[in-house]
C-alpha cells in the first residue's frame, strides 16, 4: 500500500472512531436496549436507536462474523447463523433456537453490541439482564 493510501485509510480510521465515541456510543444505554426488544423492526424507533441500529448495520466489526437468521418452521422457528463474509462462504448454523422473530432479532443486535468489545457496553447489556 503507498504511503498516500496509508494516510487516507488512517485518516477513515480515525473518522469513523470519533464517529463512534461522540455519537454512538452515547445512544448505548439500558434505554435503548429495552426499546429494542419491545420493538426490535423498523418503525417508531427513537433518534438515538435509530444512531445506533445505522452505525451497527453500516460498520461490521472486522473479524466477527456477520449474523443472519435461518427460518427453518415458517413463521415458527429460527436458528442464529454465522457468515463469515465473501460470496462463496458457508453459513455455520448455531444451536440457538428462537419461536419468534422479534426474539430472535433482539439476540443479534445484543450480539452486535457485545462484539464492539467494549466492557462498557458489555456491562451494560449484563445489566439489563441480556
Partial sequence: MSE???KVTH???EVDRL????????TITPETIAEHRENPFGAGHSPELEI??????RNPVPGKPRYVLVETKP???WYLALHPGG???PLTVTDQRFTSQAEAQHAIFLARLR?????????????TGN
Avoid at 464517529?19 to 452515547?26: C, G, K, M, S
Avoid at 445506533?52 to 448495520?57: F, G, I
Fill in 4 to 6: 498516500a493510501m496509508e
Fill in 11 to 13: 485518516a477513515g480510521r
Fill in 19 to 26: 464517529i463512534f465515541t461522540q455519537q454512538v456510543r452515547p
Fill in 52 to 57: 445506533l441500529l445505522r452505525y451497527l448495520r
Fill in 75 to 77: 413463521y415458527q422457528e
Fill in 87 to 89: 460470496k462463496a462462504a
Fill in 115 to 127: 462484539d464492539l468489545g467494549d466492557p462498557g457496553i458489555a456491562r451494560i447489556v449484563a445489566e
